[in-house]
């Protein structure tokens, strides 16, 4: 195995490494993507996009223009002539790879679409950097979801089985399947530095996915109805996004000077781990104006009822550090979509929630 990371690498991201940095992100357009972009750019790098178009509307990809700082490709990251083409062009050092059907409900409706964008498309992105001398440094975006759920009280480790009874969760335990296959077999022999990161169940502004709590939690209270909930009992490890991102970028800085090659999971706290139903009453008690939500009585595909992530490793190796509990994530999320409503600039505004993150104190 390629890059191990032996002892305490640094505490925290170094902003001024980033500054004329050129990096593509795959998955611009969605969610996730977005908020990375808009970071990049505050920082300073030269940032490609290789994406589909926003799948939502609205989208975080145009309410925070995201869009004005980057070099933006449409384009599907199956198609391996025009994504090879795309990185070749962007010369990019840095690579965040983060394009995917990432909805497990919408992967019961489509497990071919599932597979090929999430298997598939991780393989094209890394043969695509095989082609591309510029790239020093990958990371894989997957997902906490990759383990082999055994419904158990002990979060997951980065040693433990992967695996997926859904089409969603294989997918992604594939997709590090793929990654270790090309890491080990031909980007370590390049000196590319190639690792997959693992986080939770992200949130934060801008998301209008269907199927996901907090979004759906919102347009139900936006229309003055209570929330239909299929599993308020699951146990998830909520984290605001820009935690996860802050692992992905002190993981690239790692990456580039040849370490830490492996992979990794940026989950929350313990005491963050909470119950659907838990995380709904904080989030309506923010709301306000009557939010209610109950329990669905309709049957639905199974889910995994309890999920928790062990991020022990990133804390010790890469002095990974959380800044926000769950209920400041839930203020930032309900700040966010009011500042929307209200026509705020939500460029700057996302803008200056990055930059108030980046103040707080390790």
Not at 103 to 126: F, H, K, W
Not at 260 to 268: C, L
């Amino acid at each position: 195995m390629a890059g191990k990371t032996g002892a305490l690498v640094q505490m925290g991201m170094t902003p001024e490494f980033w500054r004329g940095k050129s990096v593509l992100v795959t998955g611009h357009t969605g969610f996730k993507g977005g908020w990375l972009s808009l970071w990049l750019q505050q920082l300073g790098a030269h940032v490609h996009g290789y994406s589909l178009a926003a799948a939502t509307q609205p989208s975080l990809f145009v309410e925070a223009r995201v869009c004005e700082g980057l070099t933006h490709v449409e384009g599907d990251i199956r198609d391996l002539s025009h994504l090879r083409a795309c990185m070749i062009s962007a010369q990019p050092e840095i690579i965040f790879h983060l394009a995917a059907q990432a909805l497990v409900r919408q992967s019961y409706l489509d497990p071919i679409e599932t597979m090929t964008s999430n298997v598939v498309g991780a393989m094209n992105v890394l043969e695509a950097v095989r082609n591309t001398p510029s790239v020093k440094a990958v990371v894989m975006i997957t997902s906490d979801k990759c383990y082999e759920n055994r419904e158990w009280h002990w979060p997951y480790r980065e040693n433990e089985a992967l695996g997926g009874r859904d089409p969603y969760s294989a997918s992604k335990a594939c997709a590090e399947i793929v990654t270790a296959c090309w890491r080990d077999s031909f980007l370590a022999r390049q000196a590319v530095s190639v690792a997959s990161a693992r986080a939770g169940n992200v949130i934060g502004g801008g998301d209008w996915a269907a199927d996901r709590l907090i979004p759906d939690a919102l347009r139900a209270w936006e229309s003055g109805l209570p929330l239909e909930v299929r599993n308020p009992q699951a146990v998830r490890p909520w984290q605001h996004v820009l935690e996860a991102l802050a692992g992905y970028l002190l993981l690239a800085e790692n990456l580039y000077r040849g370490k830490s090659a492996e992979a990794w999971n940026f989950g929350p706290s313990d005491a963050d781990m909470r119950p659907v139903g838990a995380l709904l009453d904080g989030l309506a008690g923010l709301w306000g104006d009557g939010a209610a939500w109950q329990a669905s009585a309709q049957q639905h595909p199974h889910e995994a009822g309890l999920l928790r992530l062990d991020s022990s490793k990133a804390r010790t190796l890469l002095g990974w550090r959380t800044k926000l509990t769950i209920d400041q994530a839930l203020e930032q999320v309900i700040r966010w979509h009011r500042g929307w409503m209200a026509g705020e600039d939500m460029r700057a505004f996302t803008l200056n929630q990055i930059e108030q993150y980046m103040a707080l104190s390790q």
